[in-house]
Each structure stands twice: as C-alpha cells, then as structure tokens.
C-alpha cells in the first residue's frame, strides 16, 4: 500500500526479491495535477502497471477489506498511503510501515524536521509493525543516518533510499524478526508542519536559527515578518551579543548580520513577489549598509 515516488522506489525494490510474492498493489486513485487538472496516476500505479501486478485503487480502504483478507496475505508493506488503516485492515496481516526517525522518538507528521530543530547528530529509519496508535508499534528493524549537512530536502531523500533497503533486508529475515516494544514515556509526538512556522527572526541564537533554517528549507522556508525570505543562510560567528538583525559585514558572496548570540551569514533573499538575488545586491536596492538593521 503506497502511493507517491518514494512508495513506488520501495515496490520497485521488492519487486526484485526472490523470496516474495506480490499478490496486490493498493494505491490512491489517480487525481487531477497541476493548473489544467490533468487526471494523473499515482508513481505506485506505474510501477504496479508495468509489472503486470493487480492494482486496487479505492477512495476509502474498507471498500476492499473482504478482497485484502480472501487473498489471505502474510504481511502488508505500508509506504506513504494516504490513508489510516483500519482496525479491520490491522486484523487480517501485520502491517509494515517506515517511520523516519528513531522511535520512539518523533512520532507523528514531521519527524525529518524535528531532528533537525533540535540537533540531533544521528537520525534514521524504523520499520515498524502497525497498530491503531501514531507510530506506537512494535519495531522490527532500524539503521542510522547522520544529519550534518543536510537540510529537510536532502535528508528525507537519504532517509528514503536507506528505507528501501532496510525493509528489503527485513523481510528477508521475515521469519525471525522479533518486535521490540515501543517505551512511550520516551515518546515525542509531533505535528505536521504549517506555514507559519517558517516566521522567525533574529532574536535567536545563530544556531537555533541556523537548525530551523535546515529544518524548513525548501517548506515552508524561513522568512521575516515583512516576508523577505532568508533563501541560503549558514552559520557566523557562535558567539557574541548583537543587536538582532544589525547588518555586521558586507561582502560579494553573503552579508553578516547579528542575533542574540553569534551571527549569520546570509547568502541569498527574496523579498515577496520578488525572485531571490544575492544578498548583497538586495541590501544595494534598498540602501542599506553596515550598523541598519535587516527587517
């Protein structure tokens, strides 16, 4: 049960498994895309297609309980679906699902940008088998990926291709995996990401600004309150109190500015409705030098 790029990577990947046997494909119907509403099937549907599989593609996943439990299948592979699993869908197989972070941590919505507000140096995948709770099943495998360097972007893309492999490495030891419960007074649960919480400021420290800026690039990106948007950003000096937002150094390739503790340099912005441009040319547009200060 999958439906975007990132689900259809995993099918590809079983697909070359020897040892299993896929008895159906179940995938969100093909919806409308882009401005002329195109009616376009889902990545899963394509891969499913073009290896002849059985494909189901039901507005509600009960529609197909009774055809799910006749086929009378070992487990279930649940990879970005787009639905919740019923308790009659739960009872007729496990179900295997990838969580990106290491649980009990992060359970819920975002846990790519959770690990990076707050840090952390390793993240990584866990296959875990699913139950009527948000992400609170026994775990069967996990690996580890470390974080430096990335943002969102890049390391969800990691996150998915590791993914792939540790299911496929799994399922190959199928018989004896052993589910380890999950401890949920270590739990963190959080929140699907919401625009508004790319608003910030420079009343931060350098590198809590510089962990939401790898947390919410490209969405919902990190902006101020006049909407400029901080478009390629890294880290200046680690200490040292400014004044929030002063412009501290203008160079050709990124300006200085101060937060509350340390500075930022700050390579590219775009100011609303406006495309990026380089940070310095945007502070020659509007006048601004050394000692204003970036609103």
């Not at 099937?41 to 009960?62: C, I, N, S, T, Y």
């Not at 990106?100 to 940008?113: D, I, Y």
């Not at 912005?269 to 380089?278: M, R, Y």
Request: overall charge positive; hydrophobic content about 40%; proline content about 7%.
């Amino acid at each position: 049960m999958g439906t975007p790029a990132y689900a259809a990577t995993i099918l590809s990947d079983l697909l070359t498994a020897d040892t299993l046997e896929m008895v159906l494909v179940v995938t969100q119907p093909d919806r409308p895309v882009g401005r002329k509403g195109v009616l376009t099937p889902p990545p899963v549907k394509q891969v499913a297609q073009q290896a002849g599989l059985d494909l189901a593609q039901p507005e509600r996943l009960d529609e197909i309980v009774d055809r799910i439990a006749y086929l009378k299948p070992d487990l279930i592979v649940v990879a970005a679906y787009g639905q919740i699993l019923s308790s009659a869908v739960l009872s007729i197989a496990p179900c295997y699902n990838l969580h990106a972070s290491l649980l009990p941590a992060h359970r819920g919505a975002a846990p790519v940008q959770a690990s990076l507000l707050r840090q952390e140096p390793l993240t990584g995948m866990t296959l875990m088998q699913m139950e009527k709770g948000l992400d609170t099943g026994p775990m069967l495998a996990f690996n580890l990926i470390a974080t430096a360097g990335h943002q969102a972007a890049s390391l969800t893309e990691q996150l998915e291709q590791s993914g792939a492999s540790l299911l496929l490495s799994a399922l190959k030891r199928y018989d004896r995996l052993r589910p380890l419960r999950q401890h949920s007074c270590d739990a963190n649960l959080v929140r699907k990401v919401k625009k508004q919480d790319g608003a910030t400021d420079f009343k931060r420290s350098s590198q809590e600004l510089c962990s939401r800026f790898r947390a919410y690039t490209p969405w919902p990106g990190l902006f101020l309150e006049s909407g400029l948007v901080l478009v390629a950003l890294k880290p200046g000096r680690a200490e040292g109190r400014f004044t929030p937002g002063e412009i501290l150094a203008i160079q050709a390739e990124a300006i200085e500015v101060g937060t509350l503790q340390g500075s930022v340099w700050i390579e590219r912005l775009q100011a609303p409705s406006k495309k990026p441009v380089a940070a310095a040319s945007y502070l020659n547009g509007k006048r601004l030098g050394v000692g204003d200060t970036l609103v």
